[in-house]
């Protein structure tokens, strides 16, 4: 996982479009896993409803681990003694795919951030911003409006609403009303698994927010 989420670069890799195996090249980007935790969907496109259902999907995806399967998966972590022991003393059974995204969760659940500059700011240290951030801080709450969707709030304060929101990208793929009806024709969108590959594999990912919801607006 660390390929991409690294840990000195905020847990992502900065890259525009990130790189699995043998240097291929998805269609996304790798979104942090700071405070993931807390969000109500995972992935650009809220795909997978929880970090277990996250947590799996990059090991059996072509471009990005490239595993065969799940079967492969379970395989492969149960052949390392230290694992095979360590799942059967915290789980109390074998070693299984559906454990194996509870125990990469339950890692991403300690990937928690609360002690940047703006939240020691927000809890009373004015000395926490320079000037200029300061500026930048009015400028945020002010006539820049970023606040709308990014507000903060201090019992939740993650700078999101966590909502989607159309800001008008699909209006510059210009052949997005096609897109969309051979996405419909060509696959099951009720499948995560499904959903998953179109993202990262085709030009479907162009798509969007709709490969989840189905919904044009």
């Known amino acids: 996982c660390a390929t991409c989420h690294e840990a000195d670069k905020g847990f992502t890799d900065r890259l525009p479009t990130s790189k699995g195996i043998r240097d291929q090249v998805g269609r996304r980007n790798a979104p942090t896993v700071l405070n993931a935790m807390f969000l109500d969907t ?10 277990e259902d996250q947590a799996v999907l990059p090991l059996i995806n072509p471009i990005e681990m490239g595993m065969k399967d799940a079967a492969a998966v379970v395989e492969r972590v149960a052949s390392i003694p230290e694992y095979r022991d360590e799942f059967r003393k915290v789980f109390r059974r074998p070693v299984n795919y559906a454990d194996i995204g509870r125990a990469i969760a339950a890692f991403e659940r300690t990937v928690v951030s609360g002690q940047a500059p703006i939240d020691r700011f927000l809890r009373g240290d004015r000395d926490a911003l320079t000037e200029s951030e300061k500026r930048g801080w009015s400028v945020f709450n002010g006539k820049g409006r970023c606040n709308t969707c990014h507000g ?4 939740y304060p993650f700078f999101t609403d966590n909502l989607f929101h159309n800001i008008g990208i699909a209006a510059h793929v210009s052949n997005f009303d096609d897109l969309a009806r051979r996405a419909v024709k060509a696959s099951n969108l009720n499948s995560i698994d499904e959903i998953e590959r179109m993202a990262l594999e085709t030009e479907f990912s162009e798509l969007g927010r709709f490969l989840v919801t189905k919904n044009r607006s």
């Open 42 to 51: 995972q992935f650009l496109d809220g795909r997978a409803r929880t970090l």
């Open 152 to 155: 903060y709030n201090a019992s």
